[in-house]
């Protein structure tokens, strides 16, 4: 059974039945492609893989420059003005000019150049009232901007890991999902196999009561001294019982069978066969080998393990807030204005500009330290969560191993057991046909066989799921 699951994984989905019915006669590695390929579970997973890469690349997006075009059109009230008033106080020379322009007397003239010369001369000022018109009414302005980080400090590149670790747990839930698919898929086919085993055995069983019935009948009828009416009633009561367990079991085929069907993700509607195989899986392997093939292959856990990444992706991520943030800037702008002059002119109406700018955090409370601190804590708790699921796991390992192989010796057991059933069975109803034996060591001997043939095909049954979850929880 290992190995089927093992061929199961590896299985090339080609075929897909989805909301189709189906008639055929079908193995365990048949319904195992085809609801690989249709299992509603399945679609939803791979949902989850598609939404993280979409996020890596998301991610990855913030190594490219970023482009931004702006437009805008303005109408205002009215036109942009600039508005001066104040003094305009002239140069000294011109001032010095002026007033020796003002002296009309040659002692006016003396007093104004004794002034200059000593300084005393104060500058003369101008009074300043009057209004510009810089821009329109009516503007459009276009902006072509460009932003590319150039540093940031480790915080982009934490980002993305997060980001490519999520990516990664998404195919490990995946595979997981896969695994579980297959698991359902050998439970409800072996389920199935075993209702309809019982099944059969009971009309066996029930066939064989209803010729010691008739064998009982004509016995005690024809004056057999062992056997007595009492003895025909008793066992047409155990020949009753059983055709009604018959009829329980019926069902319980076609419901199992159903929930095979349902987990194959094909229409309801759909009818199958199942083929028997015998079964002779062995473990081949010591339990240390399945235990450390789990901690290396165990969905669960590695899953565990790429968390743990990710907070150190975290980590990284609130450390960067310590470092500056440095990034290149540029811009080109166009200006179309519905006024000639002022700040719309053919110098500013088109233009560009190139920088570098830094930012940097100096102070925010220790915000970024006590994220650090979160960041650290939480892996922390992821750790000690680790060990506690590699425990559980080591315990979902060892139940499984000890199962699979108590099964596979019971197994053994049992075949040889329903051999020696089989021959009590044969040699009871050969006596009593001799009349050497009495009713009940009959009836015995075939109830006998088909609880020790029922019991053979239980633990034919557990030995397959025991198999199938050792492969499960150990992920391989």
């Known amino acids: 059974m290992k190995n089927k699951i093992i061929v199961g994984l590896m299985l090339t989905v080609s075929i897909s039945y989805a909301n189709e019915i189906i008639n055929k006669t079908i193995s365990l590695e048949q319904a195992i492609e085809i609801a690989l390929a249709n299992s509603e579970k399945n679609r939803i997973s791979k949902y989850d893989t598609q939404i993280a890469e979409a996020q890596y690349k998301q991610a990855i997006s913030a190594n490219l420059p970023s482009l931004d075009l702006e437009i805008a059109a303005v109408k205002r009230d009215e036109n942009i003005v600039n508005l001066t008033k104040g003094e305009f106080a002239l140069p000294q020379d011109l001032s010095n000019?002026?007033?020796m322009m003002q002296a009309q007397t040659p002692a006016d003239q003396a007093r104004v150049q004794g002034a200059i010369a000593t300084g005393m001369l104060p500058a003369i000022t101008m009074p300043l009232d009057f209004e510009s018109v810089v821009m329109g009414d009516e503007t459009v302005v276009g902006s072509l901007k460009m932003t590319y980080p150039l540093y940031t400090g480790g915080k982009i590149s934490a980002?993305?890991?997060?980001?490519r670790l999520g990516k990664e747990i998404a195919n490990e839930k995946d595979k997981r999902t896969n695994q579980e698919i297959i698991f359902d898929v050998t439970k409800y086919y072996h389920g199935a196999m075993?209702?309809?085993n019982v099944t059969k055995l009971?009309?066996?069983?029930?066939?064989?009561?209803?010729?010691l019935n008739d064998l009982t009948k004509e016995m005690y009828e024809g004056g057999s001294e062992n056997v007595k009416k009492t003895d025909y009633y008793r066992t047409s009561i155990a020949n009753s019982t059983i055709k009604a367990f018959v009829v329980e079991l019926s069902s319980n085929v076609k419901l199992a069978k159903s929930a095979l069907i349902f987990s194959m993700g094909v229409d309801p509607k759909s009818e199958i066969k199942l083929i028997e195989k015998e079964d002779t899986s062995k473990l081949s392997n010591d339990l240390n080998f399945f235990l450390d093939n789990a901690y290396q292959h165990n969905r669960q856990l590695s899953t565990l393990t790429k968390a743990i990444e990710v907070y150190d992706a975290k980590i990284d991520e609130a450390k960067s807030e310590y470092r500056p943030n440095i990034a290149l800037f540029g811009s080109l702008d166009k200006i179309d204005n519905n006024y000639d002059g002022g700040m719309s002119n053919?110098?500013?109406?088109?233009?560009?500009s190139v920088g570098v700018g830094a930012k940097w955090n100096l102070f925010n409370g220790f915000r970024t330290t006590n994220a650090v601190s979160e960041a650290k804590l939480n892996k922390m708790k992821m750790k000690e969560q680790q060990n506690m699921l590699k425990n559980a796991l080591a315990l979902q390992v060892k139940k499984a191993y000890f199962d699979t192989t108590s099964n596979i010796k019971e197994v053994e057991i049992l075949?040889?057991?329903v051999k020696t059933t089989e021959a009590n069975r044969d040699l009871n109803t050969r006596a009593y046909q001799a009349d050497m034996v009495e009713t009940k060591d009959v009836v015995e001997a075939q109830i006998t066989e088909a609880q020790i043939k029922a019991k053979y095909f239980q633990t034919i049954h557990d030995r397959a799921l025991s198999f199938a979850n050792l492969a499960l929880v150990v992920g391989k």
């Open 159 to 163: 980002i993305q890991k997060q980001a």
């Open 194 to 196: 075993l209702a309809k």
């Open 202 to 211: 009971l009309k066996d069983t029930s066939a064989r009561m209803d010729a």
């Open 97 to 99: 000019a002026l007033a």
């Open 346 to 352: 053919a110098q500013n109406d088109d233009s560009w």
């Open 415 to 417: 075949k040889e057991t």
